[in-house]
């Protein structure tokens, strides 16, 4: 068993991580609260936070024709002519991350700078990181390699008064 990312029709991630679970397959997709603005209130709405992505936990042998066969998926996402897999710790960072972060965003990434680090303190202790960016002490930044992702948090400063 391990985990895999598809590749899933325009805005069906939250379907096709249902259809998934329906059909017996451990499926997650990450949604992230955002704060919509209508004209006549606010909401706050969960959106998925990898634009056409769900990850699946599968033996890939057994269990990839059920996953290819589902209604909204396209295929999986492949790293060097092989479905690629996403380490269990990255998909336990993401889910601590939105966990303890409101309205994170997903921002794709090729360029690699600064250096990797381990983290020695909080509830990232023992994760691996690359540190790509501080912005005036209230954005947090965690960057998942074998995605090439970044997740960024927004933090808000308790003095400020909110």
Request: proline share 2%; hydrophobic share 45%; aromatic share 10%.
């Amino acid at each position: 068993m391990a985990w895999f990312a598809v590749y899933t029709k325009s805005r069906m991630e939250k379907k096709v991580a249902l259809r998934l679970q329906e059909a017996g397959i451990e499926a997650y997709c990450p949604v992230s609260k955002k704060r919509k603005q209508w004209s006549d209130r606010k909401k706050w709405v969960e959106e998925p936070l990898f634009r056409s992505y769900v990850f699946v936990n599968i033996d890939l042998a057994k269990q990839s024709p059920i996953v290819r066969r589902t209604l909204g998926v396209v295929n999986f996402l492949y790293w060097l002519g092989k479905p690629a897999v996403i380490q269990d710790a990255e998909i336990l960072a993401i889910q601590q991350f939105l966990s303890e972060h409101l309205e994170v965003e997903a921002i794709g990434n090729s360029v690699q700078v600064g250096d990797f680090i381990t983290i020695d303190t909080g509830a990232l202790k023992g994760q691996t990181a690359k540190v790509v960016g501080i912005k005036n002490k209230h954005e947090v930044r965690l960057k998942i390699e074998s995605l090439g992702f970044e997740l960024v948090a927004k933090i808000e400063n308790k003095s400020e008064g909110n």
